[in-house]
């Protein structure tokens, strides 16, 4: 579109060119013309022959150009050349002026076919390789009357040769302009949609599940913005399908240890019919707890699901974070005693709480049960509650193993326990603590551990009262 659009342009310019060059020279050849007609009309009234061949010779000598002269039937009285002497010469030009009783007309013709010149014509459809002449005919007046028409040949093809020459320039020119354009256009292009093809490629990627691709960040500004938007999807959606993986894999691997425990316990009663009965007893109970521990995994895990599908909605009511407090050392108070350990209570009450009370009973429970469990016996279990701002702030501090550096960024990961063996002896699903964060996060607050090893470990909760 564009090359064409400038060729046509090109076409018009020379041809706005040519004709002005061409009315130039005529108009200047007319007025000569003119002067020499009324010089002329004289002699020609007094048929002075001499006279006129004289003038007309002189004229054309100086211009370089054929002089004609017909009479007022057309016919050729004195040709400067010597070529049309006595015939008619029905040219247009000279037919219009005896006819039509105008004064002057002019043309461009080709030299040997007579053809006049139409610009647009010969610019569009090619050049002929003939040559050109200009045709300026004027009437000769005298008594009144047109009595000869006096006609000027003189060759153009300077003119259209610089006409041709321009329009090979001025086409050249747009050619290149043309060809730059496009050049430009498709470079620029290329440059708007090959990041939006990256994109393509990435997301059609994307769709076969491949989550590793990535693109690159460039072009414009918005480009740029939605490449890193795509980028940062693209590795959030990797790295959960990766933790969805090792999730399911932590899963089953949790729910077959126990099956396999209890796979080989009925397998012995199966085959040893005259088992001694304490021992019988012993195996079934292990059985009992392995499903125990199967269903502690299976609830937990349940819970999580739950928590991940976005639609838990909490049942919200006023509480207080104090009374849980009691009743989960109540709770718990058997089992530390037992190991002869002391739950230390230091509540100073924080106010009424807006807030889910059954899963803030979960999220205390927990950190104690964990403190308890892991902490040898004799320790110290050190539950506070205060109120910061509009929040409150629990602390579970107990002077157990204390958790290692290395493993701390990892407690709150499911299934992730620093020490799995002893874990597992404790009955530990390794769920607990993410199942904690979650609650908390769901209630708009936030949890993290301190902890130093050998010295004892801290989990701080800090949860929005949503009240007063
Ligand atoms: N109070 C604590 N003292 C020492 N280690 C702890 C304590 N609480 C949690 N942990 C460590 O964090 C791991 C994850 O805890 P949790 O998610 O509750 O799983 P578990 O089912 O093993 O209790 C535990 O296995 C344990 O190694
Ligand atoms: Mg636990």
Redesign the pocket.
């Known amino acids: 579109m564009v090359g064409l659009s400038f060729w046509a342009m090109s076409g018009f310019l020379s041809g706005m060119v040519g004709d002005y060059l061409l009315e130039e020279r005529l108009s200047a050849e007319r007025t000569r013309l003119e002067t020499l007609a009324e010089r002329l009309a004289p002699s020609l009234r007094e048929r002075d022959v001499d006279a006129l061949d004289e003038g007309m010779q002189d004229f054309a000598g100086e211009t370089g150009s054929r002089l004609l002269l017909t009479d007022s039937g057309g016919k050729v009285q004195l040709d400067t050349v010597g070529i049309e002497n006595g015939r008619l010469y029905p040219i247009p030009q000279v037919v219009s002026i005896l006819t039509e009783g105008q004064g002057q007309t002019y043309a461009v013709r080709d030299t040997e076919t007579g053809e006049e010149l139409n610009m647009s014509r010969v610019l569009f459809m090619g050049r002929t390789g003939g040559s050109w002449e200009s045709v300026c005919a004027s009437a000769v007046v005298f008594d009144s009357a047109v009595q000869g028409v006096l006609v000027l040949l003189s060759p153009a093809d300077t003119i259209m040769r610089s006409v041709y020459q321009l329009q090979d320039r001025v086409l050249l020119v747009f050619a290149a302009v043309a060809a730059a354009v496009m050049v430009f256009s498709f470079v620029f292009s290329r440059v708007v949609t090959s990041p939006i093809a990256g994109l393509t490629r990435g997301i059609k990627h994307m769709s076969k599940g491949d989550f590793s691709s990535r693109v690159k960040v460039k072009g414009s500004r918005e480009m740029a913005q939605l490449a890193d938007a795509f980028n940062s999807m693209s590795e959030k959606l990797e790295t959960l399908d990766q933790s969805r993986n090792q999730f399911v894999s932590n899963a089953s691997h949790e729910l077959k240890t126990p099956l396999a425990t209890m796979k080989i316990m009925v397998e012995s009663l199966v085959y040893q019919p005259d088992m001694d009965k304490d021992l019988r007893i012993e195996f079934l109970t292990d059985i009992d707890n392995e499903i125990d521990r199967l269903s502690n995994i299976v609830s937990d895990l349940l819970t999580l699901v739950k928590m991940d599908s976005r639609d838990v909605k909490l049942q919200r009511e006023n509480l207080s974070l104090a009374e849980l407090c009691r009743e989960t050392e109540h709770r718990l108070k058997p089992i530390a005693t037992k190991k002869g350990q002391k739950i230390i209570l230091a509540l100073s009450d924080p106010g009424e709480m807006y807030a889910d009370k059954s899963k803030l009973t979960q999220v205390i429970y927990?950190l104690v049960e964990?403190?308890v469990?892991?902490?040898q016996a004799g320790g110290t279990i050190r539950v506070s509650l205060t109120r910061t701002g509009h929040e409150a702030h629990l602390v579970v501090k107990?002077n157990?193993?204390?958790?290692p550096r290395e493993?701390l960024p990892h407690?709150?990961d499911r299934f992730?326990?620093?020490?799995k063996a002893r874990?597992r002896e404790?009955g530990?699903?390794?769920?607990?603590?993410?199942i904690?964060r979650q609650l908390v996060m769901l209630h708009g607050g936030n949890i993290r551990c301190e902890?130093e090893e050998g010295k004892?470990?801290s989990?701080i909760v800090d949860i929005p009262l949503h009240q007063g």
């Not at 992730?416 to 020490?419: E, F, G, T």
């Open positions: 927990n964990n403190a469990k892991y902490t107990d157990g193993p204390g958790i493993n407690i709150f992730y326990r620093v020490d874990s404790t530990g699903t390794g769920l607990g603590l993410s904690v902890s004892g470990s989990f």
